[in-house]
């Protein structure tokens, strides 16, 4: 069952997002990606994105016009 909680890999999350792993760990690297979760440290941890935080950032990034996105997107 899929909750709010729910982890997923960055491929997963890249997936429900329709972008390659690839650019979401970039964004995950340049802090522009969604929030995530990180297990272990340096080169041998593994990340996960909560669906939660997935929607989230979705929902920071849903208008109704192109000038709405312009004056009131994210930075």
């Known amino acids: 069952m899929i909750t709010n909680d ?3 890999t960055t491929a997963e999350a890249a997936s ?3 972008i390659k792993a690839a ?4 964004w995950r690297h340049l802090g522009r ?4 979760v990180r297990y272990g ?3 041998g941890g593994r ?3 909560r669906v939660r ?3 989230q950032w979705v929902d920071e990034r849903t208008f109704r016009s192109n000038a709405d996105a ?3 997107g994210p930075r």
């Open 6 to 8: 729910t982890l997923m």
């Open 16 to 18: 429900v997002l329709g």
């Open 23 to 26: 650019t979401l760990r970039k």
């Open 33 to 36: 990606g969604p929030c995530f």
């Open 41 to 43: 440290s340096g080169s």
């Open 47 to 49: 990340c996960y994105y």
């Open 53 to 55: 935080d997935i929607n």
């Open 70 to 72: 312009t004056v009131n």
